[in-house]
């Protein structure tokens, strides 16, 4: 059995889930455009510098999850999934992920942005499973509560959130006879170093790098 992890935003998918949410959000009049974007940028010049503080960003990305009852926030995702995502989805990145299903291949998308968000994009390329950065919810109220919950799954929290997924499974890592992750980022460095078969997906100038000195291979999606 091989094992195929997929980071998410600017790697399976041409753009960031997480940016274009907020954008969505700022379209519907639910967030303040000015405030929303000055935040988000300045946490995007972090997390491209890989200082980026994990916890002031969720505070930031769940706050409005918060704000809004769970079926609202529901069917506003629908209109987002059509609006702003599927456009986002390259063939690409859907051959890439059929192929390794078509080979019987353990799938898992990897990504430090909320399950909220993500779940049923992960949902739309076919993957089984997600490992991310779930948001705290008040089932009796149906209604998240601006706090995650768990070690967010990013950067060396990947592997720990990915191991603890293995585990459940009675897996390891020498499970496997490959393992495959993508990613675009040196944020996930860690993970990457974690597998046989690491893969550079149209990469930012530090892990094109990394991958050049380290012989990895780089491809694009796009």
Known sequence: MNLALFDLDNTLLAGDSDYEWAQFLISRGVVDRAVQEARNNAFYEDYKAGTLDIDAFLD???????????AVLDVWHGEFMVS???????????RLVAGHLANGDLCAVVTATNSFVTGPIVREFGIPHLIATVPAADMARGAFTGAPTGVPAFQGGKVVRVEA??????LWWGSFGESWFYSDSHNDLPLLGKVSQPVAVDPDDALRDHAGKMRWKIISLR
Not at 60 to 70: C, I, S
């Open 60 to 70: 930031f990305q769940l706050q409005p999850l918060a704000r809004q009852p769970r």
């Open 84 to 94: 702003r995502i599927r456009p986002r989805m390259t063939a690409a990145a859907r």
């Open 165 to 170: 997924w293995l585990e459940s499974l009675g």
